[in-house]
């Protein structure tokens, strides 16, 4: 938790972060060994899914390397799951921060059924704001299906929480 405090100012990876931690977050999937496997707030293709390290810290390269393996390995570790559960074909993955200086891993399943002018196209080409936002009913069966797998490949950590079990409202 030292490296939270020291990265001012909070941004919205931590926020998620704690909310995960706290049971808070209905977009969690699983809690990995790195950090923290969720949906993506918006759904441009079904199971489109980020992963938050735990805990936060600016960019890879501010990991140990014991630690940027392990982060490394639960994001391709998520996109294994995604390819068996969700029936995707291939994934995406993307690492920025040039928004927010806080590490997060985009995992991105690609479809066949897909629409044919977004098959080959990267990611950021669809309409994010017309996608549907993440709803936990609608995603509970993949949510449940990836973490069987994640659990199942051994890497996975208990929560303390059923996703969203303490969320306001």
């Known amino acids: 938790m030292k ?6 100012p909070l941004t919205a ?10 049971g808070r977050d209905p977009r969690v999937i699983a809690r990995l060994f790195s950090g923290w496997a969720v949906f993506g707030e918006r759904q441009f293709v079904r199971g ?9 810290v600016p960019n890879l390269n501010a990991l140990g390397a ?13 996109g294994d799951a995604l390819l068996k559960v969700a029936g995707a074909v291939r994934i995406n993955y ?21 629409p044919e002018e977004m098959r080959g196209a990267q ?10 936002s993440f709803d936990r009913v609608s ?27 303490n969320a306001e409202g």
Request: charged share 20%; proline share 7%; hydrophobic share 45%.
């Open 3 to 8: 490296n939270e405090a020291a990265a001012e």
């Open 13 to 22: 990876i931590h926020a998620q972060v704690i909310a995960a931690r706290e």
């Open 48 to 56: 489109y899914s980020v992963l938050l390290p735990d805990p936060v």
């Open 66 to 78: 014991q630690e940027r393996m392990a982060f490394l390995s639960d994001m391709s570790r998520l």
């Open 94 to 114: 993307a690492i920025f921060g040039n928004q927010e200086a806080a590490l997060h891993a985009h995992v991105i399943p690609r479809y066949v059924d897909e």
């Open 123 to 132: 990611p950021w080409a669809y309409n994010w704001s017309a996608a549907p």
């Open 139 to 165: 995603c509970q069966q993949l949510a449940e299906g990836l973490l069987r797998e994640l659990t199942r490949m051994g890497v996975t950590k208990p929560m303390r929480y059923t996703p969203g079990a």
